[in-house]
């Protein structure tokens, strides 16, 4: 058994109390909520009237969103700390209810704005009175051009369910259907494979175990194979036949589009990490010396390259570390760390019942909250640092930004996060003592970047691959995406390694896939944290105030423009490059150490 919620101490829990002190409050912004919600309905059919009621639409649309936004906020954080006391989780489906009915309410928005002529359009985006609101029409304004007819529209959203049929069929196969085998373990005993401890099997130092698991794992799916070749298929026709639709050239051009982000920005990304190849390669070679094996396996990719280095680092330890390791940011960032450690930012620990994994979450009318659970080792401290990143990014956002655009987009959403990593892994580098130590740095940095960078990028490509064929006219069977993604394994690991012909079926275990060109986000956001890391570290205090101003920025800005401003041009190929310098500098380094 866990320890209960009630036996933890206050100082390591987050304080909701901050959000909501009875539930008197709590009652008083539903019942703002239900009457805001009213309100907005009786603007239907009357913004284009006149300039005055749109203004007040908005108004009431900001209003409403902030007080629904704070309790939906706060009902399920409470439900997350024990999800078994059924009060907070009916409280937390109340507020999903409250936004659904707002939703439902405000729908005619958007749509209203559409409809009207391009002389009333400019005459209320030249309105002074809505300068404010300005930028919020024009994003909303973007869309126009893909956006159809109210019926057309309505049977879009009908036909939303069909398409999403094919992930609902991956995930039922997946998780529920399939049926792994038993292999040996380590020290002789049965171990049925699963989603959860493949993982941990295939970075096993016993060859066998990890060569049964990959040869385990990936049997199974090939046994399936036509069925998730079908899933796939249907879920890519399905993104090609919305990208038609709204009159987008292509699927992968409709993805990006709300981002506004150029496919040459994903090109790009494709291109710069080809090219490196050569020092992804240089890594595996190291991996070959290490095992002392004659020939490297696909199976043998994940191993670390020493004995786990055993890091004990308690709550107390892991706060003076993340204070040292982001000092490079200057004291004002600093200070914000400061006040999530003192101000019970951080709910710390496992309790019975909590929420598993870890987030960054709050609203604009709160400080920002982490959830997590911290196990005193060296995943739980980059887990802290990782969420702290996310945090100050929203905390500078929503102090700097209006409500309305203190909202970052998810292109950006990791580079904060990832940045404070990549200065943790630079301080720890710089004050490991013991060689074993400092391989395990170089080890746990350099997979990161492998699978982050290099593993994400591939996807990418597979995913831009296997969409053109099918644009062009080209059925895709089970034997089509093994080919492509064999193919890809071939171009990145063929020269260094046995590319076993098994790899060629993991496009059916990756959920990704059904996210519609996401993957590329992980690689981008992560090649952006490198270069503004190393620029921080280099450049000192100009870096670290375009930095700051970066994290200040939250949606007031395209995620291209924001980034640049920051010194990094994802538009331009050398950005990820400088990115993959670091990756090369790091294998140099773990060579010598070797």
């Not at 409809?115 to 404010?132: C, G, T, V």
């Not at 069909?162 to 792994?180: C, H, K, T």
């Not at 291209?560 to 990756?583: T, W, Y």
Request: with cysteine; aromatic share 12%; net charge negative.
């Amino acid at each position: 058994m866990g320890i209960e919620r009630k036996n933890i101490e206050k100082k390591y829990k987050w304080s909701l109390e901050k959000m909501y002190s009875s539930q008197d409050e709590i009652d008083s912004d539903i019942k703002k909520a239900e009457k805001l919600t009213e309100d907005i309905a009786l603007y239907k059919g009357k913004i284009s009237e006149s300039s005055e009621n749109l203004l007040e639409v908005f108004r009431i649309l900001e209003d409403a969103s902030r007080t629904i936004e704070k309790l939906y906020v706060y009902t399920h954080m409470r439900h997350h700390e024990d999800t078994r006391i059924n009060e907070n989780q009916a409280e937390s489906v109340k507020t999903e209810m409250l936004s659904t009915n707002f939703g439902v309410a405000s729908s005619y928005i958007v749509p209203e704005i559409m409809a009207m002529s391009d002389e009333r359009l400019n005459d209320y985006l030249n309105d002074e009175k809505m300068s404010f609101y300005k930028k919020y029409m024009e994003d909303i304004l973007r869309d126009r051009p893909h956006t159809l007819s109210e019926k057309e529209e309505q049977i879009l959203a009908s036909v939303s369910e069909i398409s999403n049929v094919s992930e609902s069929v991956y995930d039922m196969l997946a998780y529920a259907d399939m049926e792994f085998p038993e292999i040996e373990g380590e020290n002789g005993e049965k171990i049925k494979i699963d989603h959860f401890n493949y993982s941990n099997l295939i970075k096993s130092r016993n060859r066998r175990v990890r060569k049964d698991a990959f040869e385990g794992e990936f049997s199974t799916y090939k046994k399936y194979k036509n069925t998730f070749a079908s899933s796939l298929y249907g879920a890519v026709k399905s993104e090609i036949f919305y990208s038609k639709m709204r009159k987008h050239n292509s699927a992968i051009e409709a993805s990006l589009f709300a981002d506004n982000i150029s496919v040459d920005v994903y090109r790009n990304l494709i291109d710069a990490v080809s090219d490196s190849i050569p020092a992804l390669g240089k890594y595996v070679d190291i991996k070959k010396k290490v095992l002392g094996v004659d020939e490297l396996h696909m199976y043998d990719l994940y191993v670390p390259l020493s004995e786990k280095f055993e890091y004990k680092i308690t709550y107390k330890e892991a706060q003076e570390i993340i204070l040292n390791a982001l000092k490079p940011l200057g004291e004002e960032y600093l200070s914000i760390i400061r006040k999530a450690f003192d101000e019970r930012w951080i709910d710390v620990y496992e309790n019975e019942g909590k929420k598993g994994g870890a987030y960054s979450w709050g609203c604009y009318d709160s400080h920002p909250y982490i959830l997590m659970s911290y196990t005193d080792d060296l995943n739980s401290l980059f887990t802290l640092i990782h969420e702290l990143g996310h945090s100050v990014h929203s905390y500078y956002s929503r102090t700097s930004q209006p409500y309305i655009y203190s909202d970052y987009r998810i292109f950006v959403a990791e580079v904060a996060s990832t940045t404070n990593e990549l200065l943790l892994i630079n301080y720890l580098l710089e004050n490991a003592k013991e060689k074993d130590e400092k391989i395990y740095l170089l080890n746990y940095y350099l997979e990161q970047f492998r699978t982050t960078v290099h593993r994400q990028t591939m996807f990418a490509e597979f995913e831009m691959i296997a969409h053109e064929k099918a644009e062009a006219g080209n059925p895709l069977t089970a034997d089509e995406f093994t080919e492509i993604y064999y193919g890809l394994n071939k171009k990145y690991y063929g020269d260094y390694m046995n590319v076993d012909e098994l790899v060629g079926i993991e496009w059916a275990r990756i959920p990704h896939f059904y996210s519609n060109f996401y993957v590329y986000k992980y690689a981008t956001g992560f090649s952006a944290a490198s270069a503004l890391s190393s620029m921080i570290l280099s450049e000192g205090k100009e870096a670290v105030d375009r930095y700051i101003e970066f994290l200040k920025s939250g949606g007031s800005e395209y995620p291209l423009d924001q980034l640049r401003r920051a010194g990094v041009d994802m538009e331009k190929k050398e950005s990820v490059e400088k990115a993959l310098d670091v990756f090369r500098e790091l294998v140099e380094k773990l060579e010598k150490e070797i």
